[in-house]
């Protein structure tokens, strides 16, 4: 695993949050932490960087880039 336990929760809140299933919020938490994704990067997330890791359910790739825009300005790195 490329992150710390606590990055992990973070990805994992924040998918919850997003309103993503609990087992594909853990998994794309996973696949962020993979892929170094990190909080100062949600602003630049759209739909090919998603797809290219493998995110492709359109639903949860609508939810995750609107989340990923409230999220940015309300957690600090």
């Known amino acids: 695993m490329a992150s710390s336990g606590s990055d992990m929760s973070f990805w994992i809140g924040f998918f919850k949050e997003a309103g993503i299933p609990a087992g594909d919020a853990a998994n ?3 696949t962020f932490s993979d892929n170094r ?3 100062s990067m949600l602003l630049d997330l759209n739909k090919e ?6 995110i492709t359910i359109l639903g949860d790739v ?8 409230t999220v940015f300005n309300q957690v600090p790195e």
């Open 49 to 54: 960087y998603l797809n290219d890791m493998g």
């Open 37 to 39: 994704i990190t909080r």
């Open 28 to 30: 794309y938490a996973v």
């Open 62 to 69: 609508i939810a995750i880039l609107k989340h990923s825009k």
